[in-house]
């Protein structure tokens, strides 16, 4: 069985930062890509960063150039960097597959940005 524990998020003020880790049962190199994804009040759930098996990244518009994704496989960890928070940014952070899978999902972890 897959278990996938988000850990990290806190509050934090405007252009502040947070790293999120996501630790997972078994080898997470096997299944294949990996990816944050966020859910913020009242919105659907969204892809924020994803990463290949050999490393390719990808991003939502919405935190390119801000945010970056890495994996250690030996680790059996994902984390994500996030740089230059913004309120919008503002829900709760969720590791899964990509694509995901519904019986991956974990209790994620909150990221609060305010003042």
């Known amino acids: 069985q897959v278990r996938l524990v988000e850990s990290g998020g806190g509050l934090v003020q405007p252009g502040g930062s947070l790293r999120l880790s996501c630790a997972a049962s078994v080898s997470i190199f096997s299944l294949n890509s990996m990816a944050w994804y966020r859910q913020a009040p009242g919105k659907q759930r969204e892809l924020v960063a994803g990463?290949?098996?050999?490393?390719?990244?990808r991003f939502a518009d919405s935190v390119k150039g801000r945010f970056t994704i890495s994996r250690d496989n030996a680790k059996r960890t994902v984390y994500l960097q996030m740089n230059t928070l913004r309120p919008e940014d503002t829900a709760v952070y969720y590791c899964?597959?990509?694509?995901?899978?519904?019986?991956?999902w974990g209790q994620g972890t909150q990221v609060t940005v305010s003042s």
């Open positions: 990463i290949s098996r050999v490393g390719t990244t």
């Open positions: 899964n597959t990509d694509p995901p899978r519904v019986e991956f």
